[in-house]
């Protein structure tokens, strides 16, 4: 049976890759991905990954592997500050509106009509403000409640799966994979690495 050409790519790169002495050890192969444990490094190729494509690290620094869900990041920060701009702005409006504030004004207008003619048009272009006001607080904390849901359907959308392996003074190497294929690579990762790198607890 013949290697496919990620297979065949990266056994290509690893036989470049490797130290003089250096043994693979462990090789896990996932969709669309590679990783190898060799006796120095952990190494992970990744040709369609978004960002990089081949990354790898000495084995006492990698420290955990683990399955992580994840999204688009930028579609739940947008939702959250979305619905929380949304709320406040509903909330205000709410409470303005049934504050009786605008009542009082145009109660205030009625009993000034024998009172001086500038007082009464202030009066009334105040609660005129205020109204408009309130509609517009309305109309905009929906819109934004909207987009929130919005955002937060596009973000669910996008989650998928990452393992995720952990490393010591580094960003962690994040790699798109499928649930079941996941669990059992970071499984033997840990195994390959060797006792000091234990699943960590959330």
Known sequence: M?????SQASDDRLLDM??????????IELEGARIAVTSHRLLAFMPEGEDRRFDHEDRPNVLDARVQAAGHPDY???CVRSFMYGLLLVGGGYLLDSSGL??????TNTASTQAVAGVQGMVGTMVHAFSLLTSILLLVGGVLLLVGLILGVLYLFTRSEELIIERAGRDPIR???DGNEAEDAARRIRAAVGTGSKPSID
């Open 2 to 6: 013949g290697q496919s050409p990620l």
């Open 18 to 27: 490797l130290f003089a002495g250096e043994e693979i050890e462990e090789e």
């Open 76 to 78: 739940l920060s947008w």
């Open 102 to 107: 605008l009542t009082d004004f145009g109660d």
């Open 175 to 177: 790699i798109p994979v």
